[in-house]
């Protein structure tokens, strides 16, 4: 116990260093609590939940580390779940990124599937516009993440920036440690077609992304 | 029905359909270049409806007083002897310092998990029935919602003034702090994911920041809980929690968890000082 809590110290120190050299926001977070007990109250709070969700609720190891690192993992760290995120993106096989972008527009817009009040058949999309400005057209929008505008064309519809997007898609975190964008294709929450529809939507030449 | 009810009803009705109409509109119109306008548009909207007679949330209100002193359960009692902090039956300021630790339980609650408590000690009452009707839904009124109302519209003009003294108080503080930044499931979010930073929105919708004690944290929670309109129903807190977890793909928090009332407890606490006029209505 007392080398958990030296290390997550540690790491906060050193966090909090690296978050003065870092742009990313640093949150602000106090560390002082046993982490044994917020384990706890998090089991209390989700007692009555099925085995199959509870698997939710656990950490994994990286979202365990940006935790305690209040999303600035340090040195270490910061390699270690970098490492870790590259090794699970996995690339289509035929090599070709960029999938339909009027599907990708369905799959930006979608905001369901996955929810306890969904069912496992709901269809799933990622709900880019929750988050970030992606066609001009649309005006709901939100400004979580940055906008999106002009993508493709900003990256000269470059293939090696294309396949970039494709991993960050699939695992942000393996292009920022600690990103807050969710990994969807890391938790299978899209499938390789839909995250290659979404890339078409933001390289293609032809997608409102890029008029 | 007593007329003034009935007259509320039905100027609730007709203004319903302003509202709605209002907001889309000012939805509709909404970009960049006139967020602002729209902003100003719904705050003159919700000025418009925050207005008792308009607002069906006190009607929630009403039949909230009428369950505090109904007698039931195995002893025939009334809730009218339960002490939710201030003293038996007080109920002035109660929830302006809710959660709180109680001697009784050697536990800090949240005003649903005292209202439980109370219900069981008091009443000997069969707690599963209000339980399973913890919100209400088409055809089905929470009991809970509606003590929740009554109560906390009886902290109405005060601010919010909760210990965190006691130990265990500060114990729930601390849980509540790290489970508002602690990341996990399928989208890897935590609430700080939206909730940390001033001026974000998702897709229209303005998010609160409460990573900071400030005005953000004290408006929202000094306005819960609130008539939604596009629910049709009263939501306290505790369900706007549950509808998180719902859109952060977690499972379904426990109703009345300590988890709740501590991620409740670090809210209170940011929004210290905010005023309490409730309940409200919201989109």
Known sequence: MTHIRVTALSALAAGMALAALLAAPAHAQQQAIDPVIVDRYVAATWKSTSDEWKARVAQDETQRICTATGNNPPGADFDKTLAREVATVVYPTDGNVLGDWKRGEQVAQRGTGGQFSDTPTTARGGNCYACHQIAPKELSYGTLGPSLVGYGRDRKYDKDEAKKTFAKVFNAMAIVPCSQMPRFGYHKFLTEEQIKDVVGLLFDPESPVNK | MPVDKWQRQNNWLGLATAVVLALCSA???????????????????????????????????????????????????????????????????????????????????????????????????????????????????????????????????????????????????????????????????????CHAEEGKRIRLQGLPNFSKPGKPAQETMGSWPTYRVSQSQLRTMQHRLWDCYRQMRMPAPDYASDGVTALTVFMVKQAEGGEITVPSIKR
């Open chain 2, 27 to 193: 939805s509709a119109m909404a970009q960049p270049a006139v967020d602002d306008v729209s902003e100003k548009e719904i705050e003159r909207y919700r000025a418009m409806i925050n207005d008792p007679m308009a607002n069906p949330g006190y009607l929630n209100v009403d039949r909230g007083e009428q369950l505090w002193a109904l007698k039931r359960g195995a002893k025939n009692a009334s809730l009218e002897t339960c002490d939710l902090g201030e003293g038996p039956g007080k109920l002035e300021g109660a929830f302006a310092r809710l959660p709180r630790h109680f001697k009784d339980t050697d536990k800090v609650m949240d005003l649903e998990q005292r209202l439980l408590h109370c219900m069981t000690a008091i009443q000997e009452l069969d707690t599963k029935d209000v339980i399973a009707r913890r919100f209400s839904g088409p055809g089905r009124m929470s009991d809970m919602e509606d003590l929740v109302a009554f109560i906390a519209n009886k902290s109405n003009g005060l601010k919010f003034a909760m210990p965190v003294e006691h130990p265990k108080e500060k114990e729930m503080y601390a849980v509540g702090e790290a489970m508002f930044y602690r990341r996990s499931a399928i989208m890897d979010f935590s609430c700080a994911t």
